[in-house]
């Protein structure tokens, strides 16, 4: 027997948010704003804000989140990924072992609470939030200063231990290390005061203390993916963490609603949440500001698990 996931206000029928999604490309970033902050100081970050959209336009960023992220979970099961795309955007729900099947990917983040009185599920922001850094980073052109070389997807739980987040660079500097690397922890804020700066400072200080396990747990997957000057920069990544060396850096992201998205000032004092990082250009931040964040993860949620 499926279970309903509660309807909220403004939705769209999957078929209609994929329609404009593939209007513009299933980008996030084409429904974004990005701003600059922080120029000068020694982590400098980025808002993003995602807001003032029509309710087609956000159905469209939820869709795209949760198209991408099934496809990721379902992996080389691509006919669980088809059959659950096709029954979401027909409006039907799967039946037999296929629904099994797709039940299985899904519902380890996604599976909706039957009891009303039960407190918020926080894993399905979290998750969200880590496609949401996922997705705009990927996106996201090469600079003049670097250009990607690799970058790990979100973990399929958000609950598993170990980094939210690694991205190999290659520096097109002319100057200083040829491949760069950023450690990034992701956050959720959903509070009721509206200030993520204990959010920001404990992400620093969870990277400050358990780094070098996060590093080394992202060393697994990166290690099976990539070869050549690359293969072997990862079989270095721990020891230029623990080092502190040039080539090594930190991020952390939060995403939470436009109401607790910094005004002008955040990430002034991130440098001395995690000292041994003390080279330029070595920290970065991230602020994703979405109108009504926890109602927009459970969008996510409702379009993954409709058909099921």
């Not at 990034?184 to 404990?202: A, I, L, N, P, Q």
Request: net charge neutral; proline share 6%; hydrophobic share 40%.
């Amino acid at each position: 027997m499926s279970i309903a996931v509660p309807a909220s206000r403004g939705r769209v029928p999957a078929v209609v948010a994929e329609q404009f999604a593939a209007a513009r490309g299933r980008r996030v970033s084409a429904f974004v704003t990005r701003t600059s902050r922080g120029i000068g100081q020694r982590c400098p970050w980025e808002l993003v804000s995602i807001g003032g959209h029509t309710d087609s336009e956000r159905g469209a960023v939820a869709w795209i989140i949760a198209e991408a992220l099934m496809r990721q979970r379902c992996g080389k099961v691509t006919h669980a990924f088809d059959s659950w795309r096709t029954a979401t955007l027909g409006g039907a729900p799967l039946n037999g072992q296929l629904r099994q099947l797709v039940t299985a990917f899904a519902e380890p983040v996604f599976k909706p609470q039957t009891d009303p009185a039960a407190k918020p599920h926080h894993g399905v922001p979290g998750h969200v939030g880590e496609w949401l850094w996922y997705l705009l980073a990927l996106e996201s052109p090469d600079t003049a200063a670097r250009a990607r070389e690799y970058l790990t997807p979100p973990k399929d739980n958000v609950n598993d231990s170990g980094g939210d987040g690694l991205v190999i660079y290659r520096s097109r500097s002319g100057t200083g290390p040829e491949l760069l690397f950023r450690l990034w922890e992701m956050k959720k804020y959903t509070g009721k005061d509206d200030s993520v700066t204990d959010t920001v400072r404990g992400a620093w200080d969870q990277l400050s203390e358990s780094g070098i396990n996060y590093v080394i747990s992202q060393i697994a997957w990166a290690d099976r993916e990539v070869s050549g000057d690359v293969g072997t920069f990862v079989s270095e990544l721990a020891d230029l963490w623990l080092e502190g060396h040039p080539s090594s850096g930190a991020g952390v992201s939060v995403a939470t609603n436009a109401s607790a998205a910094p005004k002008q000032r955040a990430f002034t004092t991130s440098h001395e949440r995690i000292p041994h990082l003390r080279h330029d250009g070595q920290l970065e931040g991230l602020i994703v500001a979405i109108d009504d964040f926890p109602d927009f993860a459970r969008q996510v949620q409702e379009l993954v698990w409709t058909a099921l």
